[in-house]
């Protein structure tokens, strides 16, 4: 994959057409090139949105689509290009995060972190991952995929429309049912505690 020198116009770099790879019988497999075209300013919000910072953007961008050119037959089509492209561009952009932590540690010769939580801390903590894992392994696959882009990763409702290239209202009314399935959930499992109101 050629890449050429950058506009200078904030944009991701300019990549010439890769050869399409061989598909499976039956699974539609985008040529590499076709895929960079359509989707490289999509991949280049999403690295944003990570905490990528604008120095980096290019050189990010550049080692997401070398991973999407290594893993392009595991494409199965099944799920849209957008939904893989954002799981890998999520991936790329957590180890440059922690890339970057660990080199200015480095930088620092002490390493800076976090006092450890209190023991009862750690424990609530624990039991709230715990719950949302239980509540996100009993929802609608529509609703929990809306509900983790939303609510966990912090999206906003026109991005994971775009990401799910669905209709923004079905995003909210995915939203909606989601979020009263977590209410009944939370307060399924409080049991006999009821809410305390202020």
Same mark, same amino acid.
């Given at each position: ?89 999520? +991936? ?39 719950? @949302? ?12 995929? @809306? ?6 990763? +912090? ?11 669905? #209709?923004? #209202? ?20 409080? +049991? ?7």
């Amino acid at each position: 994959m050629a890449v050429t020198e950058p506009p200078g116009d904030g944009h991701p770099p300019v990549v010439a057409a890769a050869p399409a790879h061989a598909s499976r019988p039956g699974t539609p497999v985008p040529p590499l090139g076709e895929l960079y075209r359509r989707h490289a300013d999509f991949v280049w919000r999403v690295l944003r949105r990570f905490g990528v910072p604008d120095e980096a953007l290019e050189d990010v961008v550049h080692e997401v689509f070398m991973i999407v050119r290594r893993r392009l037959p595991e494409f199965d089509g099944r799920a849209e290009p957008t939904t893989w492209l954002f799981a890998i561009a999520r +991936g790329v952009a957590s180890n440059v995060r922690r890339g970057r932590a660990r080199a200015e540690a480095r930088a620092h010769l002490v390493p800076v972190s976090d006092p450890p939580p209190a023991p009862d801390q750690a424990i609530e903590r624990a039991e709230a991952i715990a719950c @949302v894992a239980a509540f996100l392994a009993e929802l609608d696959p529509d609703q929990r995929r @809306v509900f983790e882009l939303v609510d966990i990763e +912090g999206l906003r409702g026109p991005e994971v429309a775009e990401l799910l290239a669905t #209709n923004l #209202n079905v995003v909210y009314s995915r939203l909606r049912l989601a979020r009263r399935k977590f209410e009944a959930f939370i307060d399924a499992r409080r +049991g006999a505690h009821p809410r305390r109101t202020p």
